[in-house]
Protein backbone atom coordinates (compact mmCIF):
# COMPACT_ATOMS: atom_id res chain seq x y z
CA UNK A 1 0.00 0.00 0.00
CA UNK A 2 1.35 3.32 -1.08
CA UNK A 3 1.61 5.94 1.85
CA UNK A 4 -0.39 8.66 1.66
CA UNK A 5 1.10 11.95 0.14
CA UNK A 6 -0.49 15.29 0.63
CA UNK A 7 -0.85 17.58 -1.63
CA UNK A 8 2.02 19.34 -3.00
CA UNK A 9 0.81 22.48 -4.88
CA UNK A 10 3.12 25.52 -3.47
CA UNK A 11 1.53 27.60 -0.43
CA UNK A 12 2.01 31.26 -2.16
CA UNK A 13 -1.56 31.87 -2.37
CA UNK A 14 -1.21 32.69 1.65
CA UNK A 15 -2.93 29.91 2.86
CA UNK A 16 -3.93 28.68 6.12
CA UNK A 17 -1.07 26.71 8.11
CA UNK A 18 -1.01 23.52 8.05
CA UNK A 19 -3.53 22.04 11.00
CA UNK A 20 -0.62 20.22 12.71
CA UNK A 21 2.72 18.84 12.81
CA UNK A 22 1.54 15.48 11.55
CA UNK A 23 0.83 17.56 8.06
CA UNK A 24 4.02 19.79 8.37
CA UNK A 25 5.56 16.70 8.67
CA UNK A 26 4.01 14.73 6.01
CA UNK A 27 4.44 17.44 3.69
CA UNK A 28 7.92 17.88 4.58
CA UNK A 29 8.28 13.60 3.84
CA UNK A 30 6.51 14.05 0.38
CA UNK A 31 8.88 16.81 -0.96
CA UNK A 32 11.84 14.59 -0.02
CA UNK A 33 10.61 12.08 -1.84
CA UNK A 34 10.89 13.54 -5.30
CA UNK A 35 13.14 13.94 -7.71
CA UNK A 36 15.69 16.46 -6.37
CA UNK A 37 18.42 16.42 -9.01
CA UNK A 38 17.21 19.83 -10.60
CA UNK A 39 19.44 18.74 -13.62
CA UNK A 40 19.05 21.16 -16.45
CA UNK A 41 17.26 23.73 -14.87
CA UNK A 42 17.48 26.84 -16.68
CA UNK A 43 15.04 29.08 -14.70
CA UNK A 44 18.08 30.95 -11.69
CA UNK A 45 17.76 34.52 -11.28
CA UNK A 46 20.82 36.24 -13.12
CA UNK A 47 22.40 37.69 -10.09
CA UNK A 48 23.04 33.64 -8.88
CA UNK A 49 25.96 33.91 -11.46
CA UNK A 50 27.57 36.89 -10.12
CA UNK A 51 30.55 35.80 -8.82
CA UNK A 52 32.02 32.12 -8.54
CA UNK A 53 31.44 30.17 -5.67
CA UNK A 54 32.27 26.71 -4.61
CA UNK A 55 29.57 23.88 -3.71
CA UNK A 56 26.55 25.79 -4.57
CA UNK A 57 23.22 23.92 -4.78
CA UNK A 58 21.11 25.12 -7.39
CA UNK A 59 18.60 27.97 -6.71
CA UNK A 60 15.98 25.12 -7.84
CA UNK A 61 16.46 23.15 -4.60
CA UNK A 62 15.41 26.06 -1.86
CA UNK A 63 12.72 27.31 -3.82
CA UNK A 64 11.21 23.98 -3.94
CA UNK A 65 10.96 24.06 -0.13
CA UNK A 66 10.47 27.66 0.66
CA UNK A 67 7.21 27.32 -1.65
CA UNK A 68 6.08 24.50 -0.50
CA UNK A 69 6.63 25.09 2.77
CA UNK A 70 6.33 28.68 3.88
CA UNK A 71 3.90 31.36 2.80
CA UNK A 72 4.88 34.67 1.60
CA UNK A 73 6.37 37.19 4.60
CA UNK A 74 6.92 34.02 6.64
CA UNK A 75 11.07 33.88 8.31
CA UNK A 76 13.63 31.97 5.89
CA UNK A 77 16.94 31.41 7.37
CA UNK A 78 20.16 30.38 6.39
CA UNK A 79 23.18 30.34 8.93
CA UNK A 80 25.76 29.06 6.66
CA UNK A 81 24.69 31.43 3.74
CA UNK A 82 27.32 30.80 1.67
CA UNK A 83 26.76 32.82 -1.59
CA UNK A 84 23.31 33.37 -0.57
CA UNK A 85 21.35 30.87 -2.59
CA UNK A 86 18.62 30.54 0.08
CA UNK A 87 18.12 33.99 0.83
CA UNK A 88 17.97 35.08 -2.67
CA UNK A 89 14.84 32.45 -3.58
CA UNK A 90 13.16 33.47 0.03
CA UNK A 91 13.25 37.21 -1.03
CA UNK A 92 12.73 36.69 -4.60
CA UNK A 93 8.92 34.46 -3.30
CA UNK A 94 8.19 37.46 -1.09
CA UNK A 95 9.58 35.79 2.21
CA UNK A 96 11.56 37.78 4.49
CA UNK A 97 15.01 36.73 3.75
CA UNK A 98 17.68 36.10 6.89
CA UNK A 99 21.10 34.46 6.18
CA UNK A 100 24.54 34.78 8.77
CA UNK A 101 28.33 33.75 8.20
CA UNK A 102 31.52 34.57 9.21
CA UNK A 103 33.38 34.97 5.86
CA UNK A 104 33.85 38.15 4.43
CA UNK A 105 33.83 37.30 0.96
CA UNK A 106 30.44 35.56 1.21
CA UNK A 107 29.35 38.52 3.90
CA UNK A 108 29.98 40.86 0.87
CA UNK A 109 28.56 39.24 -2.39
CA UNK A 110 25.36 38.52 -0.34
CA UNK A 111 24.20 41.61 0.47
CA UNK A 112 25.84 42.81 -2.73
CA UNK A 113 23.00 40.61 -4.19
CA UNK A 114 20.20 41.14 -1.66
CA UNK A 115 20.63 44.99 -2.49
CA UNK A 116 21.97 45.47 -5.29
CA UNK A 117 22.44 49.05 -7.14
CA UNK A 118 20.00 50.24 -9.70
CA UNK A 119 21.14 49.22 -13.60
CA UNK A 120 21.19 52.94 -14.09
CA UNK A 121 23.33 53.64 -10.85
CA UNK A 122 25.73 51.00 -11.70
CA UNK A 123 25.81 52.17 -15.39
CA UNK A 124 26.70 55.48 -14.63
CA UNK A 125 29.26 54.66 -11.47
CA UNK A 126 31.50 51.74 -13.52
CA UNK A 127 33.12 53.84 -15.61
CA UNK A 128 34.25 56.49 -13.04
CA UNK A 129 35.71 53.96 -11.24
CA UNK A 130 37.58 53.28 -14.22
CA UNK A 131 38.50 57.03 -15.13
CA UNK A 132 39.75 57.33 -11.04
CA UNK A 133 41.90 53.66 -11.95
CA UNK A 134 43.52 55.13 -14.76
CA UNK A 135 44.90 58.13 -12.88
CA UNK A 136 46.00 56.40 -10.06
CA UNK A 137 47.97 54.01 -12.30
CA UNK A 138 50.01 57.14 -13.02
CA UNK A 139 50.95 57.78 -9.43
CA UNK A 140 52.72 54.71 -9.47
CA UNK A 141 54.78 55.86 -6.63
CA UNK A 142 52.31 56.61 -4.46
CA UNK A 143 51.03 53.25 -4.47
CA UNK A 144 54.03 51.32 -4.00
CA UNK A 145 53.66 53.68 -0.64
CA UNK A 146 50.27 52.55 0.04
CA UNK A 147 51.07 48.87 -0.55
CA UNK A 148 54.00 48.98 1.93
CA UNK A 149 51.88 50.69 4.39
CA UNK A 150 49.07 47.99 3.93
CA UNK A 151 50.34 45.03 3.76
CA UNK A 152 52.75 43.55 6.38
CA UNK A 153 55.59 41.28 5.15
CA UNK A 154 53.54 37.28 5.26
CA UNK A 155 51.21 39.14 3.30
CA UNK A 156 53.47 41.05 0.68
CA UNK A 157 55.08 37.83 0.14
CA UNK A 158 51.61 36.35 -0.26
CA UNK A 159 51.14 39.06 -2.78
CA UNK A 160 54.55 38.93 -4.43
CA UNK A 161 53.96 35.01 -4.94
CA UNK A 162 50.93 34.79 -6.76
CA UNK A 163 50.63 38.38 -9.08
CA UNK A 164 52.95 39.71 -11.45
CA UNK A 165 54.64 43.69 -10.34
CA UNK A 166 51.95 44.82 -13.12
CA UNK A 167 49.12 43.08 -12.24
CA UNK A 168 49.58 44.34 -8.54
CA UNK A 169 49.64 47.99 -9.68
CA UNK A 170 46.16 47.63 -11.94
CA UNK A 171 44.71 45.93 -8.84
CA UNK A 172 45.85 49.21 -6.62
CA UNK A 173 44.49 51.63 -8.44
CA UNK A 174 40.89 49.80 -9.33
CA UNK A 175 40.95 48.99 -5.38
CA UNK A 176 41.59 52.82 -4.98
CA UNK A 177 38.92 53.85 -7.53
CA UNK A 178 36.63 51.47 -5.81
CA UNK A 179 36.95 52.59 -2.20
CA UNK A 180 36.60 56.23 -3.39
CA UNK A 181 32.79 55.35 -4.46
CA UNK A 182 30.57 57.52 -2.26
CA UNK A 183 27.51 55.37 -2.62
CA UNK A 184 27.55 51.54 -0.37
CA UNK A 185 25.53 49.69 -2.53
CA UNK A 186 27.51 50.92 -5.43
CA UNK A 187 30.72 49.99 -3.48
CA UNK A 188 29.72 46.99 -2.13
CA UNK A 189 28.28 45.83 -5.66
CA UNK A 190 32.12 47.09 -7.17
CA UNK A 191 34.31 45.14 -4.96
CA UNK A 192 32.12 41.71 -5.89
CA UNK A 193 32.97 42.32 -9.94
CA UNK A 194 36.32 42.95 -8.40
CA UNK A 195 37.01 40.14 -6.79
CA UNK A 196 35.46 38.21 -9.95
CA UNK A 197 38.62 39.24 -11.70
CA UNK A 198 40.63 36.81 -9.36
CA UNK A 199 38.21 34.53 -8.39
CA UNK A 200 37.35 32.80 -11.86
CA UNK A 201 36.65 29.71 -13.35
CA UNK A 202 39.10 30.69 -15.83
CA UNK A 203 41.21 33.34 -16.84
CA UNK A 204 41.85 34.88 -13.27
CA UNK A 205 44.33 37.18 -13.04
CA UNK A 206 46.88 36.06 -10.23
CA UNK A 207 48.95 33.62 -11.61
CA UNK A 208 46.75 30.10 -10.46
CA UNK A 209 44.26 27.85 -11.91
CA UNK A 210 41.12 26.63 -10.02
CA UNK A 211 40.73 29.38 -7.77
CA UNK A 212 36.98 28.89 -7.94
CA UNK A 213 37.31 25.33 -6.93
CA UNK A 214 39.54 26.41 -3.80
CA UNK A 215 42.64 24.14 -5.15
CA UNK A 216 44.92 27.05 -6.15
CA UNK A 217 47.80 26.17 -8.09
CA UNK A 218 50.55 28.24 -9.61
CA UNK A 219 51.09 28.52 -13.62
CA UNK A 220 53.24 30.81 -15.06
CA UNK A 221 51.19 33.35 -17.74
CA UNK A 222 51.50 37.01 -18.91
CA UNK A 223 49.99 39.86 -16.99
CA UNK A 224 45.94 40.11 -17.72
CA UNK A 225 44.78 43.45 -18.80
CA UNK A 226 43.34 44.30 -15.75
CA UNK A 227 40.90 47.33 -16.39
CA UNK A 228 40.05 46.01 -20.07
CA UNK A 229 38.64 42.84 -17.80
CA UNK A 230 36.83 44.75 -15.27
CA UNK A 231 35.28 46.84 -18.18
CA UNK A 232 33.99 43.07 -18.94
CA UNK A 233 33.13 41.91 -16.23
CA UNK A 234 31.08 45.37 -15.04
CA UNK A 235 29.43 45.09 -18.74
CA UNK A 236 28.47 41.91 -17.98
CA UNK A 237 27.10 42.44 -14.31
CA UNK A 238 24.64 45.21 -15.75
CA UNK A 239 23.17 42.61 -17.95
CA UNK A 240 22.50 40.45 -14.94
CA UNK A 241 21.05 43.84 -13.20
CA UNK A 242 18.92 44.33 -15.75
CA UNK A 243 17.59 41.13 -16.45
CA UNK A 244 17.24 40.80 -12.56
CA UNK A 245 15.62 44.20 -12.19
CA UNK A 246 13.26 45.45 -10.14
CA UNK A 247 14.56 43.32 -6.80
CA UNK A 248 12.07 42.04 -4.72
CA UNK A 249 11.79 44.38 -1.82
CA UNK A 250 10.55 41.72 1.10
CA UNK A 251 13.10 42.84 4.21
CA UNK A 252 16.79 40.87 3.94
CA UNK A 253 18.70 40.58 6.67
CA UNK A 254 22.46 39.99 6.43
CA UNK A 255 24.43 39.97 9.49
CA UNK A 256 28.20 38.45 10.89
CA UNK A 257 27.87 35.60 13.01
CA UNK A 258 28.73 32.07 13.38
CA UNK A 259 25.72 29.63 13.28
CA UNK A 260 26.83 27.97 16.54
CA UNK A 261 25.73 31.13 18.01
CA UNK A 262 22.53 32.64 16.15
CA UNK A 263 21.39 36.15 16.76
CA UNK A 264 17.96 35.35 15.95
CA UNK A 265 14.92 35.42 18.53
CA UNK A 266 13.44 31.68 19.57
CA UNK A 267 10.81 30.76 17.82
CA UNK A 268 10.37 33.45 15.08
CA UNK A 269 11.63 30.94 11.79
CA UNK A 270 9.37 29.46 9.49
CA UNK A 271 11.93 27.40 7.44
CA UNK A 272 15.57 26.25 7.13
CA UNK A 273 17.90 25.97 4.22
CA UNK A 274 21.34 25.25 4.27
CA UNK A 275 24.62 23.21 3.20
CA UNK A 276 26.83 23.15 6.07
CA UNK A 277 30.74 22.84 5.40
CA UNK A 278 32.29 19.31 5.15
CA UNK A 279 34.74 18.08 8.19
CA UNK A 280 38.42 18.86 7.93
CA UNK A 281 37.61 21.57 5.69
CA UNK A 282 37.68 19.00 2.47
CA UNK A 283 36.10 22.02 0.30
CA UNK A 284 38.64 24.86 1.87
CA UNK A 285 36.91 28.21 1.22
CA UNK A 286 39.32 30.21 2.81
CA UNK A 287 41.86 29.03 0.40
CA UNK A 288 40.72 30.71 -2.44
CA UNK A 289 38.74 33.64 -0.65
CA UNK A 290 42.39 35.21 0.42
CA UNK A 291 43.35 35.96 -3.05
CA UNK A 292 40.50 39.10 -2.97
CA UNK A 293 40.48 39.44 0.71
CA UNK A 294 43.71 40.49 0.64
CA UNK A 295 43.43 43.66 -1.15
CA UNK A 296 40.12 44.17 0.44
CA UNK A 297 42.95 45.02 3.66
CA UNK A 298 43.15 41.69 5.64
CA UNK A 299 46.34 40.10 6.37
CA UNK A 300 47.33 36.39 5.92
CA UNK A 301 47.82 36.16 9.59
CA UNK A 302 43.83 37.63 10.28
CA UNK A 303 42.40 35.21 7.61
CA UNK A 304 44.15 32.34 8.99
CA UNK A 305 43.15 33.21 12.44
CA UNK A 306 39.15 32.80 11.10
CA UNK A 307 39.80 30.10 9.04
CA UNK A 308 40.38 27.87 12.34
CA UNK A 309 36.97 29.45 13.79
CA UNK A 310 34.94 27.95 10.23
CA UNK A 311 33.26 24.69 11.16
CA UNK A 312 34.84 21.86 10.14
CA UNK A 313 38.47 22.84 10.98
CA UNK A 314 41.00 20.56 11.93
CA UNK A 315 42.38 22.39 14.84
CA UNK A 316 41.09 20.07 18.08
CA UNK A 317 43.60 20.95 20.70
CA UNK A 318 41.96 22.18 24.15
CA UNK A 319 38.34 21.43 22.16
CA UNK A 320 35.35 20.42 24.27
CA UNK A 321 33.95 17.59 22.59
CA UNK A 322 29.78 17.05 22.70
CA UNK A 323 28.62 13.59 24.16
CA UNK A 324 27.25 11.85 20.28
CA UNK A 325 24.47 9.30 19.73
CA UNK A 326 25.49 6.34 18.66
CA UNK A 327 26.31 6.01 14.69
CA UNK A 328 27.55 9.36 14.90
CA UNK A 329 29.81 8.08 17.86
CA UNK A 330 30.42 4.42 16.21
CA UNK A 331 31.82 6.54 13.28
CA UNK A 332 34.39 8.86 15.54
CA UNK A 333 35.41 5.20 16.68
CA UNK A 334 35.87 3.43 13.64
CA UNK A 335 38.64 6.47 12.49
CA UNK A 336 39.74 6.24 15.40
CA UNK A 337 41.35 2.46 14.83
CA UNK A 338 42.83 4.37 11.75
CA UNK A 339 44.03 7.73 12.98
CA UNK A 340 43.21 8.84 16.04
CA UNK A 341 43.81 12.42 14.70
CA UNK A 342 41.62 12.75 12.08
CA UNK A 343 39.18 10.77 14.73
CA UNK A 344 38.75 14.03 16.88
CA UNK A 345 39.25 16.00 13.96
CA UNK A 346 35.74 14.38 12.88
CA UNK A 347 34.26 14.50 16.35
CA UNK A 348 34.99 18.59 16.86
CA UNK A 349 32.58 18.28 13.47
CA UNK A 350 30.39 16.51 14.82
CA UNK A 351 30.29 18.51 17.91
CA UNK A 352 29.96 22.04 16.12
CA UNK A 353 27.07 20.53 14.25
CA UNK A 354 25.11 19.40 16.95
CA UNK A 355 25.61 23.17 18.54
CA UNK A 356 24.11 24.36 14.63
CA UNK A 357 21.41 22.05 15.10
CA UNK A 358 20.78 23.25 18.64
CA UNK A 359 20.67 26.75 17.63
CA UNK A 360 18.20 25.45 14.42
CA UNK A 361 15.84 23.76 17.11
CA UNK A 362 15.96 26.92 18.94
CA UNK A 363 15.24 29.63 16.36
CA UNK A 364 12.26 27.30 14.76
CA UNK A 365 9.04 27.77 15.05
CA UNK A 366 6.70 25.34 16.37
CA UNK A 367 6.28 23.12 13.57
CA UNK A 368 9.13 24.91 11.52
CA UNK A 369 10.86 22.67 8.94
CA UNK A 370 14.88 22.47 8.65
CA UNK A 371 16.67 21.14 5.77
CA UNK A 372 20.06 19.88 5.93
CA UNK A 373 22.14 19.54 2.43
CA UNK A 374 25.01 17.67 3.47
CA UNK A 375 27.64 15.12 1.23
CA UNK A 376 29.12 12.42 2.82
CA UNK A 377 33.25 12.60 3.87
CA UNK A 378 35.70 9.88 3.97
CA UNK A 379 38.43 9.76 6.56
CA UNK A 380 41.76 6.84 5.82
CA UNK A 381 38.93 5.36 3.49
CA UNK A 382 35.69 5.01 5.71
CA UNK A 383 32.83 6.98 5.66
CA UNK A 384 31.98 9.25 8.58
CA UNK A 385 28.15 8.53 7.69
CA UNK A 386 27.34 12.29 7.79
CA UNK A 387 23.99 12.05 6.66
CA UNK A 388 23.05 9.40 9.24
CA UNK A 389 25.36 11.17 12.41
CA UNK A 390 23.09 14.24 11.53
CA UNK A 391 20.11 13.05 11.63
CA UNK A 392 20.64 11.49 15.13
CA UNK A 393 22.42 14.61 16.52
CA UNK A 394 19.02 16.44 15.46
CA UNK A 395 17.20 14.06 16.99
CA UNK A 396 19.58 14.71 20.18
CA UNK A 397 18.86 18.33 20.51
CA UNK A 398 15.01 18.56 20.00
CA UNK A 399 13.78 17.97 16.57
CA UNK A 400 12.06 15.30 14.55
CA UNK A 401 14.36 13.84 11.79
CA UNK A 402 11.42 13.15 8.80
CA UNK A 403 13.32 11.92 6.25
CA UNK A 404 16.41 11.99 4.13
CA UNK A 405 16.41 12.58 0.91
CA UNK A 406 18.85 12.10 -2.20
CA UNK A 407 20.02 13.92 -4.75
CA UNK A 408 22.08 13.05 -7.57
CA UNK A 409 25.06 15.54 -8.47
CA UNK A 410 25.38 17.36 -11.92
CA UNK A 411 28.95 18.42 -11.02
CA UNK A 412 28.99 21.00 -14.30
CA UNK A 413 26.51 23.05 -11.93
CA UNK A 414 27.60 22.40 -8.62
CA UNK A 415 31.22 23.38 -8.38
CA UNK A 416 33.73 21.18 -6.86
CA UNK A 417 37.61 20.56 -6.93
CA UNK A 418 38.43 20.05 -10.22
CA UNK A 419 39.44 16.50 -12.04
CA UNK A 420 43.58 16.73 -13.27
CA UNK A 421 44.36 13.60 -15.31
CA UNK A 422 43.64 10.24 -14.81
CA UNK A 423 43.60 9.82 -11.11
CA UNK A 424 41.22 11.20 -8.58
CA UNK A 425 41.19 12.74 -5.38
CA UNK A 426 39.10 11.22 -2.81
CA UNK A 427 36.73 14.04 -2.65
CA UNK A 428 36.39 13.59 -6.43
CA UNK A 429 35.51 10.04 -6.04
CA UNK A 430 32.70 10.52 -3.71
CA UNK A 431 31.00 14.13 -4.71
CA UNK A 432 28.57 12.16 -7.07
CA UNK A 433 25.32 12.73 -4.42
CA UNK A 434 24.37 14.53 -1.21
CA UNK A 435 21.93 14.28 1.18
CA UNK A 436 18.80 16.55 2.25
CA UNK A 437 18.19 16.16 5.99
CA UNK A 438 14.43 17.14 7.32
CA UNK A 439 13.34 17.98 10.22
CA UNK A 440 10.58 19.63 12.00
CA UNK A 441 10.18 21.22 15.27
CA UNK A 442 7.70 19.78 17.37
CA UNK A 443 5.49 22.23 19.41
CA UNK A 444 6.26 22.18 23.18
CA UNK A 445 5.11 19.26 25.38
CA UNK A 446 5.14 16.90 21.97
CA UNK A 447 7.38 13.30 21.61
CA UNK A 448 10.48 13.98 19.46
Known amino acids: MQPFLPSLEPRDDAAPALASLADRAARLDALLRQSLDFHGATDALPLHALHPFPAKYPPQLPRWFIRHLTRPGERVLDPMMGSGTTLVEAQRLGRVALGSDIDPLALTLVSAKMSPPSPAAWDVAWP ?13 EVLARLAAQRWDEPTRRFVDYWFLPETQR ?6 LAIEEEPTASVRRFARVVFSSLIIAKSGSVAQARDLSHTRPHKILKQPKPVLSLFAQKARRALRLLRQSWPVAQTPAIVVEADAQKMPWAEGQVALVVTSP ?3 ANAIDYMRA ?8 GYSVQQLSALRREYIGGEATQGWEFAPLPAVAQHAVQTIAQLDAKKARVLHRYFTEMRRVLHEVARVLMPGGAAVFVVGDSTMRGRSTRTPEALAAIGEQVGLRHVRTGVRTLDRDRRMMPARRGAAQSQIEQRMHREYLVGFVRPHAGAEV
Request: glycine letters at 0%; aromatic letters at 20%.
Open 128 to 140: RMMQRAQAWLQRA
Open 170 to 175: ALWALM
Open 277 to 279: PYA
Open 289 to 296: HKFTLVWW
